[in-house]
């Protein structure tokens, strides 16, 4: 049950918000090999934010997941999510900062329960 959060300062104005969304999910499902109707996206955009001193085009951007958050597939996340961003709201590359969250089952709601407590 992967959840990405991406906050920018791009102006909502200038980016397909449909597509956008899309393509994280998409790109979140392939990168934590997950199936799609399992992940949730959500897009703040027209952030204040401020980055290196500059308030140029950024992004923060915080992915949770149960599992498939570690060293190995690390790497591989945060490149595919970082040039997601990049592709859909024309961030740089070097103005983009992430967080990964391994989330325990047990921590994680759901269904109106957590979800280790789910028949999943």
Do not use: Y
Request: aromatic share 4%; proline share 6%; with cysteine.
């Amino acid at each position: 049950m992967p959840f990405v959060h991406v906050s920018s300062n791009v102006p909502k104005a200038v980016v397909n918000t449909a597509n956008a969304i899309r393509t994280l999910s998409k790109s979140l499902s392939l990168a934590l090999d997950r199936p799609e109707p399992a992940v949730m996206v959500k897009l703040s955009l027209d952030q204040s934010m401020l980055f290196a001193g500059s308030d140029a085009p950024c992004a923060f951007v915080h992915i949770r997941s149960i599992g498939k958050i570690d060293m190995e597939r690390n790497p591989k996340t945060v490149q595919s999510l970082t040039a997601t961003v990049t592709e859909v709201l024309g961030v740089p590359a070097d103005r983009v900062f992430m967080n990964l969250d391994d989330i325990a089952a047990s921590n994680w709601g759901a269904q109106g329960t957590t979800v280790d407590k789910l028949q999943i």
